[in-house]
């Protein structure tokens, strides 16, 4: 990484100025103020992102913008960028050669990228990196060694790195515990997929056996369905059947109930009407005393009313007296109180002398309290200053023997003082050989570290070389299975093309369970209409009654309107048979002697004989005809007798029409049959389309064993190939690491031979430190010689350090003393003084107690004048109350007279009362009569009603009984009790039989998905416990590499780290006795970053002990000695490193720059000319100007 050149505009002095660079070093001289540190600032703003302010000072003043733009060639590409920054715009970066913007502009995207090209690890602090290590700020190279050792740990731990290898342990740590979780993990699912697995056979098992019993059930299952429907048309149709003739049933009973209830009620209705009546007749009879008590009830309120009144005048007289008497009591008790005071005066005039010698007696007695509490005082202030003289008097005695015990210390001191000297320089040696020793416990750690990266390195080689030979043998596998992929290749093909058909066979089933279902569907539409044509039938017949039905509604009500005529006709044939009767008995009798007659006639004619015996025959013949005739005439009257019945012909009549009515609606109902007919011919034209569609999708389903046993064999074929495809892309992508691996194992040759080199190297540092040991313990038996004496300084030192502290004090305490003293001394003079003037203590005392006493026997006069004057003050007062009283007395006398007389006028009033209370208890009966009766008798007209109203409803009723009785009479002959329960019994039977079946399909169905799902999981199981075997060997060994590389991390942190110091400690020595051309001067930096520098054989000074120049020589020693052992960048920056240094050591510290050949660029920024005579690329910087090179930002403005 090299930086090209510098532009910048407006940025702090520099307005417009250009600046390149050279490899090697670049001197930037100037004077001061010229903006030497600007360019330094500029770079570091820029590549670094540090800015030690706020970015606005960076402006120019007058200016509204800084622009610094910095070309480098990148560590990464090795490609030449402009990167550009502005305080108001921000980042850009240009690309010169491709004459393009990048895009990168947020502030993170930016610094990513810069850490890419400048070659740094990412994460890494730009900022702090630049400030710490490869740009220290001008005046701070000494800073961070001045801090305190915790802090300078903070500094340089970052620097050096010193935590990281422990962080990465400790990170590490948590990916090994979760690496060990997961391989514990995946052994426990193998377990728990193992135990899984051992349902596998048990449930293929019972998977056929539920597929039998379901085929069993589902058989059974149809049966009792068919059953079913058959039975349910027919209970239907009884159900109907018995629900009309229950409903009739129900609707007679609560008719005939309604009848008894109709009747309870007109009896009561008849009751309640003759109560009616006779309480209006006994109301007519008390009528007139109960006007007479109601008069006399107005009366008597009228009189009430006056009495009231009376009433309200007594109390208010009797008020008006008791005020007129309270009035009169205060009158007495206002006289008592003016005479009190009179007393009251003469009282006050007797207590004047008193009160003068109470008022003198106070006066003197508070003039002794204010002395005495003075007195008081001055006593107790004498008594605080004595307590504070004896406070300071113990505290100089304790100060005097401190100071004693401070000299004696001070003398023990200088006894031991040449051992104690002798002690501290055996402790400096014993430490400078304990830095040795630990130089030879870091080489040695460091040796054995390198030792162990040697192991560690040899086990890597060697399982390098067994991966390339391992991956020899990956290359002859994959030419051995390249020729099994075009076998798989035309097996997937063939499997892909029956998995496409067995798809379509998927779509013909789902299409024949659903023509099934509209199968289904159409089979109970079509018994739906065959039973709805079966119900229209049946009522077909009954229609068929219609017109013999009217034909005889016709011929009743024709003769019904003939009833009068049929009638005459009944009485003429009536009046016929029995004249006929009469004349056919008259014939016979007469015919009976015409016989008789010709009998004796018959001896006298023989002749005749013949027409004799024909006579009789002839004669019984007419009179049997004329017998046959009035039998058919009485025939016909026996006939007419029903059809002259006026009743019976209409209840004929009402009953035809009551069938009529209910057989018409029937008429609409049997005029849908040719349309159910028609529909149930349409639904089996459309049941046996849908029969055909579903025969040939069987048909065409037949096929579809045959793929399945054919993608079976392909996916047989397919497993035994084992996927070859799929292990030459495993084979490939373990094929790709080769080359790192090759590389690898090159770098850990290299890495083995260049470790056996670094132990040699430490084996050889660690020979001159064998007797170290030996000179560490001669020096601490010397040192135990004088342990005691330098333990006894060590702890008389404090005292004797205390020594002219506790002179001063004891000094302060005495002085302090004597002023106590001296106060005390004034403040008794003082108290002496009063006493003198004013009496003592106990002479005030007792002057105090006398007045007191003597007030105690006046009984303090004052106040009792003054309860006398606050009395009198109230005599005025009493007076005003007492008129006021006399005034109010004689209003109430006023008052009083009006009420006398009224009450006089009402006097006859309780007289009058008494006579008019003894004539209504003697109406009173009548009255209560009267009211009693009066609800009832109003209740006669309502009565009347209820009653015509209820025998109107027990007609109505009895005519509703008739009907019902004959609409129910023709249903009952029709319903058949047996075959109705049969059928019942049956449907329970069939239902019970169906649940059942349903039960056990229900059963079944889950059972068999649960199993087949089951086996479905299973499957996948025996799927994931292969691909989990697979990882559970691949997380084992991460897990075996986790657990190494944190091993290795955490030994080998400490050891490079001292590696690291052992390093720096070397070079900055070395680079320090240069700077100061002093050979016998040695600089360590120490384990906490102290520096320490020895000259000679003295001792260690520390870093804050060291002169300007040494320590700005130190500072720069050890940071050059850091750049080259840690050289993070082949870049380093130096801002005013001569500063405190005199010539000489200056051009030390120019040519030891000059000799860092590691570093692509070198800044030092200078103001006078020692890096001038060390380098040709000189950059001088003007006051107000850039330098002479000056060009503007090429890509401003992009």
Known sequence: ???????????????????????????????????????????AWVLFDYCPYNQEELIRTGASDAVATVQFISQWDQRTYDVRRSVRQGYRLFDPQLKQRLDYERKADVLAWLRQHLGVPAGTDLARLFATTIGVPQGTFTADFLKTSRERKEVFDRILKVEEYQQVAKDLLAVEKYSEAQVLAVKHQIELLHQQMQDWDPLQVEQQRIEQELSHWQERLSHHTHTLAEVKLELERLEKLLEQIQTLDRQIAQLEQEGSLLAVALEQAEKLWAEAQRAQAQQQHHQEGSQRFLAIEDRLRELEKQRQQRLEWLKRREALLSQKQNLENQLARLQEKLSQQQRCKQELEELAPQIQAQEELERRQS??????????????????LQGEWSAHAGRCQLLQSRVQEAEQAQAICQQHESAYRRYLELEAWVAEQEALRRTRQTLTAQRETLRQQLHQLQLRESEYRQQLQLFQKIEEEKLHLQTLCEKQTVLEQRYSQIGQKLASFQALRLEL???????????????????????????????????????QQERLQTQLSRLAAARQFQRELQALFEQGSHQLAQHNRSIQTLVEELAACQQSYPQLQPLWQRIPQVLAQSSALSQQLLQSIQQILQDLSPQTCEPQLRQQLADIQEQLKTLQPLLGLTAQIPELEAQIQQLLQWQNERQSKIEDLQWSLEAEPDFLRQQQEIGQALQALGDPRGQIQRLEKELNNKPRVEQEYQQVVASIQQLQQQIQALEQQLQPLADLDERIAALREEQSCHRNSYETVIRMQPLVQSLPQRKDELQTAQLALEQIQQAKQEKQAQIDRWEKIEGSKDYLQAQIVKAAETLKSLGD????????????????????????????????????????????????????LGSLQEQREHYRADHEQYLGLEPIAKLLPQRERKLSELKAQQQALQTQLSQ????????????????????????????????????????????????????????????????????????ERLHRFIKFSRDTYKKAGPQITQYYLQQINNIADHLFREILNRPNVALTWEADYEIRVQEGGGPKRRFASLSGGEQMSAALAVRLALLKVLGQLDIAFFDEPTTNMDAQRRQRLAESITNLRSFEQLFVISHDDTFEQVTENIIRVERHAGSGQMRRDPTYGI
């Open 861 to 912: 006069p004052r106040s009792r004048a003054e309860w006398l004057k606050a009395e009198l003050k109230l005599e005025r007062q009493y007076l005003q109350t007492q008129a006021g009283c006399l005034q109010q007395i004689q209003d109430l006398e006023a008052a009083l007279r009006p009420l006398e007389e009224a009450l006089l006028q009402t006097e006859h009033l309780d007289r009058e």
């Open 964 to 1035: 019902l009785r004959a609409q129910r009479d023709p249903l009952a002959s029709l319903y058949q009790p047996q075959e109705h329960q049969r059928l019942r019994s049956l449907l329970q039977a069939t239902e019970i039989q169906k649940a059942e079946a349903q039960a056990r399909l229900e059963s079944l169905a889950p059972q068999l998905q649960k199993i087949q799902e089951r086996l479905q999981q299973l499957e996948r199981v025996r799927e994931t416990l292969k691909q989990v075997e697979t990882q559970r060997i691949e997380k």
């Open 513 to 551: 369970r659903q023509r099934e279902t509209e199968q289904e569907q159409g089979r109970a539409q079509l018994e739906q209409l065959r039973l709805q044509l079966r119900q229209r039938q049946a009522d077909r017949e009954h229609v068929a009654k219609i017109p013999l039905l009217e034909a």
């Open 1 to 43: 990484m090299r930086i090209l050149s510098l532009a910048l505009q407006n940025f702090k002095s520099h307005e417009d100025a250009f600046f390149e660079f050279e490899p090697g070093i670049n001197a930037i001289c100037g004077e001061n103020g010229a903006g030497k540190t600007s360019i330094l600032e500029a770079i």
């Open 367 to 384: 003039h002794w309290a204010q002395q005495l509490d003075t007195l008081l005082q001055l006593h107790r202030e004498w008594e605080q």
